[in-house]
């Protein structure tokens, strides 16, 4: 019965740093999904005359963007007739468990600007967002390659001892 209890606690203590080194990963690829998404964006405004809740519907259902849970809430919630802004701000409360909370500001104050300026402010907003999610980019990915090391080496040093411990 012991060795089976051991292998249990240490089995789940390796999850746990396993699991925790996901969520650093998760972080940084939402970051450069978001990324890429307001590089397009910017790109879509500057070159097409479409209203803004068309375009980001229609990128919602390309390749690099139809996992972003931002974009599938806000779609879903501008087909039930919700207005840009709280669509948006919806689809940012589907980042909660992934972003910063000062990452998840910057991504409403951006959706309340988005379509309520003209196309130079519309660009310059995004162009700021931009900006600053490319620092937190930079940042999860950092963490990510030293955090996620230190989170799966205590993962599996905790259940050594436990191991050690129990046996």
Same mark, same amino acid.
């Given at each position: 019965?012991?060795?089976?209890?051991?292998?249990?606690?240490? @089995?789940?203590?390796?999850?746990a740093?396993?699991?925790?080194? /996901?969520l650093?990963?998760?972080?940084?690829?939402t970051?450069?999904?978001?990324?890429?998404?307001?590089?397009?964006?910017?790109?879509?405004?500057?070159? =097409?005359?479409?209203?803004?809740? %068309?375009?980001?519907?229609?990128? $919602?259902?390309?390749?690099?963007?139809?996992?972003?849970?931002?974009?599938?809430?806000c779609c879903?919630?501008?087909? #039930?007739? %919700? $207005?840009?802004? =709280?669509?948006?701000?919806?689809?940012? %409360?589907?980042l909660?468990?992934?972003l910063?909370?000062? #990452?998840q500001?910057?991504?409403?104050?951006?959706?309340a600007?988005? /379509?309520?300026?003209?196309?130079a402010? *519309?660009?310059?907003?995004?162009?700021?967002t931009?900006?600053?999610?490319? %620092? @937190?980019?930079?940042?999860?990915?950092? *963490?990510?390659?030293?955090?996620?090391?230190?989170?799966?080496?205590?993962?599996l @040093?905790? /259940?050594?001892?436990?191991?050690i411990?129990?046996?």
């Open positions: 019965m012991r060795p089976m209890a051991a292998a249990a606690a240490f @089995c789940l203590s390796a999850a740093g396993f699991r925790c080194a /996901g650093l990963a998760t972080r940084a690829r970051l450069d999904l978001l990324v890429l998404l307001l590089e397009r964006l910017k790109l879509e405004l500057h070159f =097409s005359c479409a209203p803004l809740p %068309d375009m980001l519907c229609r990128l $919602s259902l390309q390749p690099p963007f139809a996992s972003l849970p931002l974009l599938l809430v879903a919630r501008l087909e #039930e007739g %919700d $207005s840009l802004p =709280s669509a948006w701000n919806a689809g940012v %409360d589907a909660k468990r992934t910063r909370s000062w #990452e500001t910057r991504l409403r104050q951006l959706g600007l988005l /379509g309520a300026t003209d196309l402010g *519309q660009q310059q907003v995004l162009e700021e931009l900006s600053f999610l490319k %620092d @937190c980019r930079a940042r999860a990915n950092a *963490q990510r390659a030293s955090g996620g090391k230190l989170c799966r080496a205590c993962g @040093c905790c /259940g050594a001892v436990l191991l411990l129990i046996l």
